[in-house]
């Protein structure tokens, strides 16, 4: 694929644009270029068979496809191959580490760290586990910025701490956190402390690098990335992959089954049981391939300078109060009304071809700490532009103008 010179061109590559629309809910999942669309249609209609089963040319094709992408996953985030496994998406991604990792290294009296501001994903599976096992967990506050309250954060590093995790970019406030410097922090403060990241914002607006970030587990979607659903991504370092047990079991992650015992396989495998998602990873390479050529640094500079727009137009609608005002963010605005509810603002958003998420976008906490039930956010893609957000603000003036 050539390299895209003008960011501005890419709309075109998306179909669902054909129909006038706003679309400004990329945050929740993101549209789908033709490229990705074809690649899978292609592999379903020509190059179809299971995977690592089948002596068979067909299936030997499909299993280099699928093997391929574990590559580019791997080079696009700066990982080793036999780091990444893929899981459904994110919510996978971190209940295996919670259901792995976390129940033979987690006991009662340890303690790990969330912050408020982490999606449900990376909760619930945390509170599971502790049901179980019995552990604290201790949570970062976010200031009224909407960054995290680094100070309190030092303060609840302990001999007990385990776990750090924490989400990279916050799909709520748009917040980027210091996640490097929390890393350094971490393992500063207490070496074995281990670091789990949720990448499922921020790789898709500039990427992620693990190197840089330090951490030793990091998740992501496919489905925000202009990929399809029902695939993501758990990198793990290798070592930490081989200690851990097997989360699911089944076919294909085995060496040898037998009523007498049976052996799992090494790496990523042990952790892929049953006939993965095999087009759905294929669809993931093509849209890893599809964003690199876009190129990450051209995605992160349109839209920072689309969010600036969308910051500064939505500032003058009266009325508006916004929630994440950090300096570092990625294309997330969140706000409430004084003049009507969230969910009668969306309808007549609808009304008018603009397309928002309206509630506590699966941030329940964060929502209780800013002492509200919910906001309607507006988020961006590689694929937005000026138009969008002039659409949005005019039916934010209709639905004052109506509601008010
Ligand atoms: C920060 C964050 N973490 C986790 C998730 C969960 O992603 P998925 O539903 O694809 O597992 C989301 C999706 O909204 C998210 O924004």
């Not at 619930?124 to 049901?131: I, N, R």
Request: glycine share 8%; aromatic share 8%.
């Amino acid at each position: 694929m050539a390299a895209i010179t003008d960011i501005s061109a890419c709309r075109a590559d998306f179909p669902v644009f054909e129909d006038k629309l706003a679309y400004l809910d990329t945050a929740a999942s993101a549209q789908k270029p033709l490229i990705v669309i074809d690649k899978m249609r292609d592999v379903m209609s020509h190059h179809y068979a299971n995977i690592h089963r089948g002596l068979y040319k067909l299936s030997q094709v499909a299993t280099q496809e699928y093997e391929a992408v574990r590559g580019k996953v791997a080079e696009f985030i700066n990982a080793a191959e036999n780091e990444v496994v893929f899981t459904r998406n994110t919510t996978e991604a971190i209940n295996l580490v919670a259901a792995s990792w976390g129940s033979t290294n987690l006991k009662a009296g340890d303690e790990i760290i969330l912050t408020a501001m982490e999606h449900h994903a990376n909760i619930v599976p945390w509170q599971l586990l502790q049901e179980r096992v019995g552990f604290s967990i201790k949570v970062v506050p976010v200031l009224k910025d909407g960054t995290l309250d680094f100070e309190a954060f030092q303060n609840l590093l302990s001999d007990k701490t385990k776990l750090l995790a924490v989400t990279h970019a916050s799909n709520t406030l748009g917040t980027v956190n210091p996640v490097s410097r929390m890393v350094k922090t971490a393992k500063a403060f207490k070496a074995d402390i281990r670091i789990l990241v949720d990448a499922s914002q921020s790789v898709v607006h500039g990427g992620v690098d693990v190197k840089e970030l330090g951490c030793d587990f990091l998740a992501f979607t496919g489905h925000k990335l202009y990929g399809p659903t029902g695939v993501g991504v758990l990198w793990a370092r290798a070592e930490l992959l081989e200690a851990m047990p097997p989360y699911q079991g089944g076919g294909d992650m085995i060496e040898s089954v037998s009523f007498k015992g049976t052996t799992y396989k090494s790496g990523p495998s042990k952790f892929e049981a049953g006939t993965p998602a095999i087009v759905e990873v294929i669809g993931l390479g093509a849209a890893i391939d599809y964003v690199r050529t876009a190129g990450q640094a051209n995605i992160a500079a349109h839209e920072k300078q689309l969010l600036d727009y969308m910051a500064g137009a939505l500032g003058r609608v009266d009325g508006l109060r916004f929630y994440g005002t950090a300096q570092e963010k990625v294309g997330i605005v969140s706000f409430t009304a004084d003049w009507a509810s969230n969910a009668d603002i969306a309808m007549v958003l609808d009304q008018s071809g603009v397309c928002v998420r309206v509630g506590h976008h699966c941030c329940m906490p964060l929502m209780e700490s800013f002492g509200i039930e919910g906001t309607v956010r507006a988020s961006i893609g590689l694929y937005s532009n000026q138009n969008d957000i002039d659409s949005l603000v005019k039916a934010l003036k209709k639905a004052k103008d109506m509601l008010s």
